[in-house]
């Protein structure tokens, strides 16, 4: 079975703070795939990133980073200099075949 | 380019009548995915159909809910007769598949059901 556990369920930050968004997963296939996806305050689900399991390299992109570890198996998402508009609901998913598992999200706020 | 379409965008209805919620995947994607979303229990995949054809409905709660896709462009979600604990944002999504594909899927803005 897999499983996607996003353990911090609301995060605060004052604007222009670093926030790193936590993702564990579990799976017992040896391919498989990590999003993250992200849900601001109109509800929409909005993609971020894929990620495969055979790809460990980080990535960045403008103020988003990913850090994916399978030693640890996890995908945690940080934001630099965070803004306003990055108040949402961040999931992280895990796919499997064609079934996409979403973790509970984290709701993040970030105080102007 | 159309993203994916779903309407209506709100429904209010009362306990037992029908609801019939209605998904346009992107045009040349192959994958269509019916999602719910509740605070309670958050995304839950209820359906999904691979080239028209459902592969999965293991997440559809109970035989109130059934889903169709009779063409590549189309697709509903039914709920008969619909209960107050059926009230959610039900997504629908789309993406390319194949296999050991990762393509990933993008969502529809969602149908916010209210059951009286």
């Known amino acids: 079975a897999q499983k996607v556990t996003q353990a911090q369920t609301e995060i605060s930050v004052v604007e222009k703070e670093d926030v790193t968004l936590d993702c564990v997963y579990e799976t017992r296939d040896t391919t498989y795939y990590l999003f993250w996806y992200k849900q601001p305050p109109s509800g929409e689900l909005v993609f971020l990133i894929r990620r495969n399991s055979f790809d460990e390299q980080n990535e960045i992109s403008g103020r988003y980073s990913w850090n994916f570890q399978k030693s640890t198996s996890s995908f945690n998402f940080t934001i630099t200099a965070s803004q306003v508009v990055d108040s949402a609901v961040y999931f992280c998913a895990l796919k499997c075949d064609s079934k996409l598992t979403f973790g509970k999200g984290i709701t993040l706020s970030v105080r102007p | 380019d159309a993203g994916v379409i779903q309407s209506p965008r709100h429904e209010v209805t009362e306990m037992g009548q029908e609801v019939t919620l209605r998904c346009k995947p992107i045009?040349?994607?192959?994958?269509l995915f019916w999602y719910r979303q509740t605070m309670m229990r958050g995304l839950e995949l209820l359906i999904y159909?691979?080239?028209?054809?459902?592969?999965?409905d293991s997440g559809m709660p109970e035989d109130r809910f059934s889903a169709k896709m009779p063409n590549a462009s189309f697709s509903t979600l039914k709920i008969q007769p619909s209960e107050p604990r059926d009230s959610a944002v039900y997504f629908c999504?789309?993406?390319?598949?194949?296999?050991?594909?990762?393509?990933?899927?993008?969502f529809g803005p969602g149908t916010r059901l209210t059951v009286l």
């Open positions: 045009s040349g994607h192959n994958s």
């Open positions: 999504a789309s993406s390319r598949s194949g296999s050991f594909s990762y393509n990933e899927q993008f």
């Open positions: 159909f691979n080239n028209n054809v459902p592969i999965d």
